[in-house]
């Protein structure tokens, strides 16, 4: 993709979905489940079915944030070996070929253990366009975020239900690429019901500035895609509910990724309609 002077792969793909008037798609993966060649197919797969960015999460043993089928998904990832090196060799490996923005899921501790320096130089170099770091603190962001920046990797931050309006805007003003509205209390995964409030924070949110404001955690599936585009969403980001999907066909002898690459058209097509 081409992206204007100034600007990053992520906000470049943002403003010409916003030309366009449509909602970005971006599904999660785990990286390494079931294992490295299956996550770079089903990137490509995600990325011909209409994924407009992609969540690439990087196996951690101790996933504060995740759900039961994000935590089995990374310890499947870890189990065959996955570590933060070859996930980004794999990502590495489709350049040319990847032309969505990708953003890394990470967690502190891996990021702390190479140096925040190191891991975003590898991590642009391999082709990302931008980091989540969901347990990091906002203080610590505010560091990680230039150190992101001078490699083009936007930091993205995450901002919950329960954020004070305070706090809400030093996030939105911190965070690049676009802001990560937290849909739910708790944890990643499906939600029969997403929270009614959170239709009214997407207003606030993105009142406070324009960086474009993408919602996750509990997406299940069309229909509340197309709820969180009703909202005035920037973003729908889809992770439990395709990884679910992903593991279901790998243990019945199916194809994960043509799984993964038909829900992702059938999320396009609900955003589009």
């Given at each position: 993709?081409t992206?204007?002077?100034?600007?990053?792969?992520?906000?470049?793909?943002?403003?010409?979905?916003?030309?366009?008037?449509?909602?970005?798609?971006?599904?999660?993966?785990?990286?390494?489940?079931?294992?490295?060649?299956?996550?770079?197919?089903?990137?490509?797969?995600?990325?011909?079915?209409?994924?407009?960015?992609?969540?690439?999460?990087?196996?951690?043993?101790?996933?504060?944030?995740?759900?039961?089928?994000i935590?089995?998904?990374?310890?499947?990832?870890?189990?065959?070996?996955?570590?933060?090196?070859?996930?980004?060799?794999?990502?590495?490996?489709?350049?040319?070929?990847?032309?969505?923005?990708?953003?890394?899921?990470?967690?502190?501790?891996?990021?702390?253990?190479?140096?925040?320096?190191?891991?975003c130089?590898?991590?642009?170099?391999?082709?990302?366009?931008?980091?989540?770091?969901?347990?990091?603190?906002?203080?610590?962001?505010?560091k990680?975020?230039?150190?992101?920046?001078?490699?083009?990797?936007?930091?993205?931050?995450?901002?919950?239900?329960?954020?004070?309006?305070?706090?809400?805007?030093?996030?939105?003003?911190?965070?690049?690429?676009?802001?990560?509205?937290?849909?739910?209390t708790?944890?990643?995964?499906?939600?029969?019901?997403?929270?009614?409030?959170?239709?009214?924070?997407?207003g606030?949110?993105?009142?406070m500035?324009p960086?474009?404001?993408?919602?996750?955690?509990?997406?299940?599936?069309?229909?509340?895609?197309?709820?969180?585009?009703?909202?005035?969403?920037?973003?729908?980001?889809?992770?439990?509910?395709?990884?679910?999907?992903?593991?279901?066909?790998?243990?019945?002898?199916?194809?994960?990724?043509?799984?993964?690459?038909?829900?992702?058209?059938?999320l396009?097509?609900?955003?589009?309609?």
């Open positions: 993709m992206v204007a002077p100034g600007s990053t792969a992520i906000s470049s793909r943002f403003a010409g979905l916003k030309q366009q008037g449509r909602c970005a798609l971006m599904p999660f993966l785990t990286a390494g489940d079931p294992d490295l060649a299956t996550t770079s197919a089903a990137l490509l797969a995600l990325q011909a079915n209409g994924a407009d960015l992609v969540e690439l999460g990087i196996p951690y043993s101790d996933p504060l944030a995740d759900g039961p089928v935590q089995a998904a990374a310890s499947r990832a870890l189990e065959v070996g996955t570590t933060p090196a070859s996930v980004l060799e794999m990502l590495a490996g489709l350049k040319g070929e990847l032309t969505m923005p990708v953003v890394l899921f990470t967690y502190s501790n891996p990021l702390l253990n190479v140096g925040m320096e190191r891991f130089a590898d991590a642009a170099a391999a082709g990302a366009a931008g980091l989540v770091v969901p347990d990091l603190p906002l203080e610590e962001a505010e990680l975020s230039p150190i992101a920046a001078a490699q083009g990797l936007d930091l993205v931050l995450l901002v919950a239900p329960t954020t004070p309006a305070e706090r809400m805007a030093r996030i939105a003003a911190a965070s690049r690429g676009f802001t990560y509205m937290v849909s739910v708790g944890v990643t995964g499906e939600r029969a019901q997403m929270e009614s409030r959170v239709a009214g924070l997407v606030q949110l993105k009142a500035g960086t474009p404001v993408a919602v996750g955690f509990g997406i299940s599936g069309p229909q509340q895609a197309i709820e969180v585009r009703s909202w005035g969403a920037d973003g729908a980001i889809v992770g439990s509910a395709l990884v679910k999907r992903m593991a279901q066909a790998k243990a019945e002898g199916g194809d994960p990724v043509a799984t993964a690459g038909a829900f992702c058209a059938e396009r097509a609900a955003l589009d309609s």
